[in-house]
């Protein structure tokens, strides 16, 4: 009989840091109590373990020591951290905006149920956790998200709660179109929903079945030429939400994280707004080495993307 997973990074495991560069990974729990219908996590992981709270800042000491700028907490529910340790995530975030050695923290993969008034105060009163909150949403309309054995969540309430509760807060979130069962009325549930919303941050996946997960099963499938369809309109849509968005940067003054220098040696950073590989990069003119935090004031904007000049310190 095959046995659940149990394997937990923990203090007797000699990490070694393969990311090179501004930021690193930092996983803080294996496995996942959720069921999904979509997925097979569970099956392959196991059930939710935290790691100690003393073993991830040790870590997070040890890469920053380093020269990593850049912490970025990840799980596959990173709210859940904590639960089965006595602790929580909120309480790992104070720890590690405790550590002198430490810029920037971030996590990853937030369950929007999950998302109390106790971490979002965290997050708001922590000057070195960014002010960045990525929940994969999948959907909005209450029939899809049973189906998709999803928590349900008033997505314009958690979103108006997490901009009252974090000041400067840019919300990022993924969506999943064609599942099945998805009908016309549903769909634009899911647009309504973004288009009230405004997500700084967006995703849109097209739903496909995976071997042996629950959702494969299901009936209601949906035309893949209607899913691309349908992905295509909500991409369209955030992109006019999200060059108005840039657009309301021009002029402004802010922060970047260099990440490299390109071929033709322009400066590629991030904003403290902005997750490495999925989110806005600003291409920087002026003098800095990756890992090195900067003023850049913002020139030109393109809907996903920021461009500006490093700003002289007097």
């Known amino acids: 009989m095959q046995q659940d997973p149990t394997y937990i990074l923990e203090e007797d495991t ?3 840091h393969i990311t090179v560069g501004s ?8 496995g ?3 069921k999904c219908s979509f997925c097979i996590i569970p099956s392959m992981r196991g059930a939710f373990r935290s790691r100690s709270l003393e073993n991830i800042v040790e870590n997070a000491r ?4 380093r020269g990593v ?19 929580s995530l909120p309480e790992l975030l104070r720890a590690l905006n405790d550590v002198p050695e430490i810029t920037w923290v971030r996590f990853m993969y937030a369950y929007p149920n999950l998302v109390s008034d106790e971490l979002l105060e965290a997050i708001n009163d922590c000057d070195k956790v960014v002010k ?36 400067n ?15 016309e009325e549903h769909f634009e549930h899911l647009r309504d929903t973004i288009q009230q919303v405004k997500f700084d941050r967006l995703g849109v996946f097209e739903y496909s079945d995976v071997d042996t997960a629950h959702s494969q099963t299901l009936d209601g499938k949906v035309k893949k030429s209607v899913i691309k369809q349908r992905r295509s309109e909500l991409m369209a849509m955030q992109q006019q939400i999200a060059f108005s ?17 390109n071929s033709y040696g322009t400066l590629i950073g991030r904003t403290q707004w902005d997750a490495p590989e999925i989110d806005n990069t600003v291409q920087v003119k002026g003098q800095a080495v990756p890992g090195e935090i900067v003023s850049v004031k913002i020139t030109h904007v393109t809907p996903y993307d920021l461009k500006g000049i490093v700003v002289s310190e007097s």
Do not use: W
């Open 14 to 16: 000699v990490r070694r």
């Open 23 to 30: 930021y690193t990974y930092l996983k803080i729990a294996e």
């Open 32 to 34: 996942c109590d959720y």
């Open 62 to 65: 040890e890469m920053a020591q």
């Open 69 to 87: 700028t850049e912490i970025i907490l990840v799980g596959q529910d990173s709210t859940s951290y904590g639960k089965d340790i006595n602790s």
């Open 132 to 167: 960045y909150l990525d929940c994969p949403l999948q959907h909005s309309h209450p029939e899809i998200l049973k189906r998709m054995r999803r928590p349900q969540t008033d997505l314009v309430e958690f979103a108006e709660r997490a901009r009252a509760k974090i000041k």
């Open 169 to 183: 807060v840019k919300l990022r979130t993924s969506f999943i179109v064609g599942f099945p069962g998805e009908t």
């Open 245 to 261: 968005q840039n657009q309301e940067m021009i002029g402004q003054t802010v922060d970047v994280l260099i990440d490299m220098v």
